[in-house]
T-cell receptor, first 113, second 116 residues
Framework: DAKTTQPPSMDCAEGRAANLPCNHS???????VYWYRQIHSQGPQYIIH???NNETNEMASLIITEDRKSSTLILPHATLRDTAVYYC??????????????FGSGTRLLVRP | NAGVTQTPKFRVLKTGQSMTLLCAQD?????MYWYRQDPGMGLRLIHY???????AKGEVPDGYNVSRLKKQNFLLGLESAAPSQTSVYFC???????????????FGSGTRLTVV
């Protein structure tokens, strides 16, 4: 599975958009980009995933560049409850990969009042 | 709907003792995973299972054994606990048919283990 690179920490003001970048320059054609977050010591929570196209759900938007070498997770109106560690993960869609998620260090997002 | 349940939530072991962590899921997921998370670090995959009766090694399998005798349960065993195994252990399950989208994971709330 491709390796990802994320900034170790970021902050943003409450109510503003939080834009979290992720580099995955070695991504291959059959690999998805997944985003999870971990609030304090809880289990990670699924946010969104995508292959080529931009995706949006009730939690966030995912923007994937045309060459797929990087992506950005957007939280449109960050709240204090969005303070968490955000993990960008690239994972194979192949059946023999067992759909394993390999976590990196993530980005620690602090939302300021 | 309980999702993924881990027991116990907390445990303190003495070096050399053994214990089993239980993970149970009620979503009929085929795949199950055990991770550990040390302070300030990301999760690391210990072992995983793609179906009842099958298990495989992850990134950090040494010192652990697993069993998947029933589809809904995935057990993680420590035969002789060491202080280096002090960590928070997370279980997860996944299925191509899961509601989180293609192959999304559902995680349990974790087991905090301290080995003294």
């Amino acid at each position: 599975d491709a390796k990802t690179t994320q900034p170790p920490s970021m902050d943003c003001a409450e109510g503003r958009a939080a834009n979290l970048p992720c580099n995955h320059s070695t991504i291959s054609g059959n690999e998805y980009v997944y985003w999870y977050r971990q609030i304090h010591s809880q289990g990670p929570q699924y946010i969104i995933h995508g292959l080529k196209n931009n995706e949006t759900n009730e939690m966030a938007s995912l923007i994937i560049t045309e060459d797929r070498k990087s992506s950005t997770l957007i939280l449109p109106h960050a709240t204090l409850r969005d303070t968490a560690v955000y993990y960008c993960i690239v994972r194979s869609a192949r059946m023999d990969s067992s759909y394993k998620l390999i976590f990196g260090s993530g980005t620690r997002l602090l939302v300021r009042p | 709907n309980a999702g993924v349940t881990q027991t116990p939530k907390f445990r303190v072991l003495k070096t050399g003792q053994s214990m089993t962590l239980l993970c149970a899921q009620d979503m009929n997921h085929e795949y199950m995973y055990w991770y550990r998370q040390d302070p300030g670090m990301g999760l690391r995959l210990i072992h995983y299972s793609v179906g009842e009766g099958t298990t495989a090694k992850g990134e950090v399998p040494d010192g652990y054994n697993v069993s998947r005798l029933k589809k809904q349960n995935f057990l993680l065993g420590l035969e002789s606990a060491a202080p280096s195994q002090t960590s928070v252990y997370f279980c997860a399950s996944s299925s191509p048919a899961s509601g989180q989208g293609a192959h999304g994971y559902t995680f349990g709330s974790g087991t905090r283990l301290t080995v003294v």
